[in-house]
């Protein structure tokens, strides 16, 4: 998709904020500093649109983009970071819960996972929580410049088997660097928005 428009909506921290115009949401979950919105930048060719920090933590609040005037992207605040305090964490999961489990717009889900390290204990369990409610996710592996070739293949056969995943073709191996995985993501988004 040729993207000519790209703006941001709102900062989102409750229900009332969510956008009304109706239009399909493509989601973007992962722990802290794994690349969630530096996959959006990278999709949408847009630099700095969602702003990305080599500290974790940076998303704080549900940030949605308006493409084309033809969805949003949604880009969350991370799980699992330790040195956000345990309210605010608390804070995040229970606004992110509620939204997957309420919103009726949600399209897509990316689950974004740092493809040089084994699925973590966060990730297992949003997955298998995604999948209980119906919304199993396509899994990204992300930073894939920062692995070789042989080594991308043992991290897929890996994360396939800590997530129970069936068939190694759900996993999309994504970098910002390289931009492999970019138009696989392109061709998930288009096949949800026909
Ligand atoms: P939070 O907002 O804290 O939840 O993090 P996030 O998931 O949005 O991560 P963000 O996009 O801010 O990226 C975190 C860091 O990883 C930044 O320093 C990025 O430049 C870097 N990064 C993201 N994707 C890639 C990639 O594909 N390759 C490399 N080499 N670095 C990446
Ligand atoms: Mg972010």
Not at 82 to 99: F, N
Request: glycine letters at 6%.
């Amino acid at each position: 998709m040729k993207v000519t428009k790209a703006e941001i909506v709102i900062s989102a921290v409750a229900e009332h904020q969510y956008p009304v115009d109706n239009l399909p949401e493509i989601v973007l979950l992962g722990r802290s500093n794994v690349g969630k919105s530096s996959f959006v930048n990278t999709l949408i060719e847009r630099r700095g649109l969602a702003r990305t920090s080599s500290q974790p933590g940076k998303t704080q609040t549900m940030n949605f983009y308006r493409i084309n005037d033809l969805f949003h992207f949604v880009d969350m605040p991370g799980y699992g970071y330790a040195k956000v305090s345990k309210t605010e964490r608390e804070k995040w999961g229970k606004m992110i819960e509620k939204y997957l489990r309420q919103r009726e717009n949600v399209a897509l889900i990316f689950q974004l996972m740092d493809a040089r390290h084994e699925p973590s204990e966060d990730d297992r369990l949003m997955h298998e929580w995604l999948s209980y409610y119906g919304l199993t996710p396509v899994i990204i592996g992300t930073k894939a410049d920062k692995i070789s070739r042989t080594n991308q293949k043992k991290s897929i056969n890996q994360m396939a088997k800590k997530l129970d995943l069936r068939d190694t073709r759900e996993i999309i191996f994504f970098s910002t660097e390289t931009k492999a995985g970019k138009e696989e993501a392109w061709n998930r988004i288009e096949s949800v928005l026909e």
